[in-house]
């Protein structure tokens, strides 16, 4: 048997959509477009959030917990071979101290936040806790917002939050996959906004070695080579 050509199959790529509401319930059919766009690729969505499946009771009964599955998450593994979906009704920062996810792979997961509202005053406090985890993961966090302002306004909260802690990855801008549908506020005609208008990105702030720590260690691998 020829083996030369054996390549090992990378992991699936982890897309923890945090806050999940409506994303949870878009025809699976939807989702299934990251795999034809990615056509080598596989994907493992996680749908995590106290109100990831809502109005979904009739179709999706949700599981005991049991000690094989302590959160009571709901998986569907056959949608196609590329694409599986868990969904948690639950927080993060509870799954993240259970151990759920890790460990974490900058190069294959990331986190996506649909219009958070990390700076709103409605909603910040509930990602108080939330923020850290994330930005200890190293991992891409993706977030989008209803208009410019709505996401500058977010990225001062996580600034104001961590301070230096955090890269940015992304700047706010337009985003090109945006919802065509304009939306009016009733209560203030000037107040108009789009679905996923923008996108922006940031992840915890990745220390880089300096040249003094190099020549350090250049320094003493030398040493031992010597002796």
Known sequence: MDIKGLRQNPPPVRIFILGARAESSLP??????LSYTFPLSTFHLHFIGPESMTNRDAEWPLPARTPENPFGAIVEDRISHQLKISTFVEY???LHAAGTFYPYDPYFDCFVLFHPG???PASAAEWEDTLPLLLETKVPVIATGYTQWDMERDMRWVQD???GEVDLLLEPGENRFRSLRW???DLDPQDVSC???GVW???GKRQKPSKTFGRIVFSLTNGERRK
């Open 92 to 94: 993060y920062h509870t």
């Open 195 to 197: 679905g996923n208008w």
């Open 161 to 163: 939050k961590v301070g």
């Open 201 to 203: 990105a940031f992840r």
């Open 28 to 33: 699976r059919e939807v989702w299934a477009q």
């Open 118 to 120: 990390l700076g709103h």
């Open 183 to 185: 939306d009016l506020n």
